[in-house]
């Protein structure tokens, strides 16, 4: 299988089940409080996975085992939408996450790196992120939004990071212990900061839109 392709929220998934061809979907839900779904389909004339993982750390990670132990693949990407924190980062930009970590993991304390889950990588280190993603990096994952009232605090913790969200840490570090490689395509949707006259946001359907396009590029390359 060419890719898993994975989104957090139906939003981001519904550009991908618009453009991909001969969409069947794998098993069913656990109970009527799981939403996830995983898809078998094929786009850019690739075979790929999609799966809707849910929003949150706990549903990436649970979401990519469960995706990895089904399809077979060395490629696991994040798509959907992020909120830009660099300072150069814009509203529809693509930020192609080939780094994660975690924003509000603590165990300095025991001398672990900021953002460092104990016995795990202070970072991890994804796959080559293709020449048309408009920035490269850095991005953090956590469990709460970044609001402009701490993102000058998160990007003096986190120098260089691009963006946020609350599931590509999660589902790297799954991949970090499959031994799969994985890379997030997303695009900004929203500006963490925003300096005065930027514009901050745009609708998450078309961030969605943009995240779709880049994978299905990076896919046919």
Same mark, same amino acid.
Request: glycine share 10%.
């Given at each position: #299988?060419?890719?898993v392709?994975a989104?957090a929220?139906?939003?981001?998934?519904?550009?991908?089940?618009?453009?991909?061809q001969?969409?069947?979907?794998v098993?069913g839900p656990?109970s009527?409080?799981?939403h996830?779904r995983f898809?078998r389909?094929e786009l850019?004339?690739?075979?790929v996975a999609?799966?809707? %993982?849910g929003?949150g750390? =706990?549903?990436?990670a649970g979401?990519?085992t469960?995706a990895?132990?089904?399809?077979?693949?060395?490629?696991?990407?994040?798509?959907g939408?992020?909120?830009?924190?660099g300072?150069?980062?814009q =509203?529809r930009?693509? !930020?192609?996450?080939?780094?994660?970590?975690?924003?509000?993991?603590?165990?300095?304390?025991?001398?672990?790196?900021?953002?460092q889950i104990?016995? #795990?990588?202070a970072?991890? !280190?994804?796959?080559?992120?293709?020449?048309f993603a408009?920035?490269?990096?850095l991005?953090? %994952?956590?469990?709460?939004? !970044?609001?402009?009232?701490?993102?000058?605090?998160t990007?003096?913790?986190?120098p260089?990071?691009?963006a =946020?969200? #609350?599931?590509?840490?999660?589902?790297?570090? =799954?991949?970090?212990?499959h031994?799969v490689?994985?890379?997030?395509?997303?695009?900004?949707s929203?500006?963490c900061g925003?300096?005065?006259?930027?514009e901050f946001? !745009?609708g998450a359907?078309v961030?969605?839109?943009l995240?779709?396009?880049?994978?299905e590029?990076?896919l046919?390359?």
């Amino acid at each position: #299988m060419a890719a898993v392709i994975a989104c957090a929220m139906t939003e981001e998934l519904e550009p991908f089940l618009a453009r991909a061809q001969h969409v069947s979907e794998v098993g069913g839900p656990a109970s009527s409080r799981d939403h996830q779904r995983f898809y078998r389909a094929e786009l850019a004339q690739r075979p790929v996975a999609l799966v809707l %993982s849910g929003i949150g750390l =706990v549903n990436a990670a649970g979401a990519a085992t469960v995706a990895l132990a089904h399809f077979s693949t060395d490629r696991y990407l994040l798509a959907g939408t992020t909120g830009g924190l660099g300072t150069r980062v814009q =509203v529809r930009d693509v !930020v192609a996450g080939t780094r994660a970590r975690y924003f509000d993991a603590d165990a300095t304390g025991f001398g672990y790196e900021p953002g460092q889950i104990p016995q #795990m990588p202070a970072e991890y !280190v994804g796959l080559e992120a293709p020449a048309f993603a408009t920035h490269a990096g850095l991005v953090l %994952s956590g469990n709460s939004f !970044v609001q402009a009232d701490i993102a000058e605090q998160t990007r003096a913790r986190f120098p260089g990071a691009l963006a =946020v969200d #609350m599931e590509t840490a999660a589902a790297a570090q =799954v991949c970090y212990q499959h031994g799969v490689g994985w890379l997030s395509l997303r695009a900004v949707s929203d500006l963490c900061g925003p300096e005065a006259g930027q514009e901050f946001h !745009v609708g998450a359907e078309v961030a969605a839109e943009l995240s779709a396009q880049a994978v299905e590029r990076y896919l046919a390359d």
